[in-house]
């Protein structure tokens, strides 16, 4: 059951808003500039799928919670399925060369039968992971 949604928001904080969209349009993603300001921007994923990056300051006065040490804590993994095990080395490895952390651990024989992926550490510590399935292994 879908309730009818249509798209997703997820939202984080950052520490620098220039440097993490900066950091991002490295990586070749694009904003949407209806939804970029000086508290916030909207990365674009695709059509259906964003990811809000808020200043911090502006991101506690939605939850008047503390934020996560994304240096002790992980709040979230971002994973995101690509096409081809090329776009998941490009675009890690684009995060790599723009200040982020490979955090790739090693998949089992069993997961690694199925899926291609490795992981990066972002500038604020936000956990994302870019996978490729190769769905006709998976239906064999």
């Known amino acids: 059951m879908t309730l009818g ?28 500039e209806q939804f970029k300001d000086d508290k916030g921007a ?3 994923i695709n059509e259906s799928i964003f990811v809000m990056l808020l200043t911090e ?12 040490d994304t240096a002790k804590e992980n709040e979230v993994i971002l994973a995101l ?26 998949l ?13 550490k972002d500038l604020d510590g936000h956990l994302w992971e870019i996978m490729y399935m190769d769905m006709g292994t998976m239906e064999a």
């Open 5 to 32: 949604v249509s798209a997703i928001f997820v939202n984080l904080p950052v520490k620098d808003l220039q440097r993490s969209v900066a950091f991002f349009e490295a990586l070749g993603f694009d904003f949407d």
């Open 42 to 44: 909207s990365l674009v």
């Open 57 to 68: 300051e502006f991101f506690t006065s939605f939850t008047h919670q503390g934020i996560a």
């Open 81 to 106: 399925q690509v096409e081809s095990k090329e776009v998941v080395d490009e675009l890690v490895n684009k995060a790599i060369e723009n200040g982020a952390e490979d955090k790739t651990t090693k």
């Open 108 to 120: 089992s024989d069993e997961e690694e039968a199925m899926m291609y992926y490795r992981r990066f």
